[in-house]
Nanobody
Framework: QVQLVESGGGLVQAGDSRRLSCVAS????????MGWFRQAPGKEREFVAA????????FYADSVKGRFTISTDTAKNTVYLEMSSLKPEDTAVYYC????????????????????WGQGTQVTVSS
């Protein structure tokens, strides 16, 4: 069965950097566009970043643009979220998601687009 397993979360200081990883199994990774979402306590899940299955196109929420970078390693079936200049408002559970995509260059920003989800990894940024 399909599994997405996130790792890399933890407690960090404001201004620090952190890299999240999400390893996918049970699917043909190169056929999937990938995304990262997050959910803070008391808030709805929100879009963070997305990348096309080709890896050539990506898109970011305004709140993280210029600070976060999404990338994929097809050989490792892994999607990464490199986070820098972290702020307390980045505190959330971060989820990766996968969507089968017939287009090599589409990315998807709506949670309802995605087929599979990981269990999430907590990132806490202290001030």
């Amino acid at each position: 069965q399909v599994q997405l397993v996130e790792s890399g979360g933890g407690l960090v200081q404001a201004g620090d950097s952190r890299r999240l990883s999400c390893v996918a199994s049970g699917l043909t990774f190169s056929s999937y566009a990938m995304g990262w979402f997050r959910q803070a306590p008391g808030k709805e899940r929100e879009f963070v970043a997305a990348i096309s299955r080709s890896g050539n196109r990506s898109f970011y929420a305004d709140s993280v643009k210029g600070r976060f970078t999404i990338s994929t390693d097809t050989a490792k079936n892994t999607v990464y979220l490199e986070m820098s200049s972290l702020k307390p408002e980045d505190t959330a559970v971060y989820y990766c998601a996968a969507k089968v995509s017939t287009s090599r260059n589409y990315y998807y920003t709506s949670s309802s687009d995605y087929d599979y989800w990981g269990q999430g990894t907590q990132v806490t940024v202290s001030s």
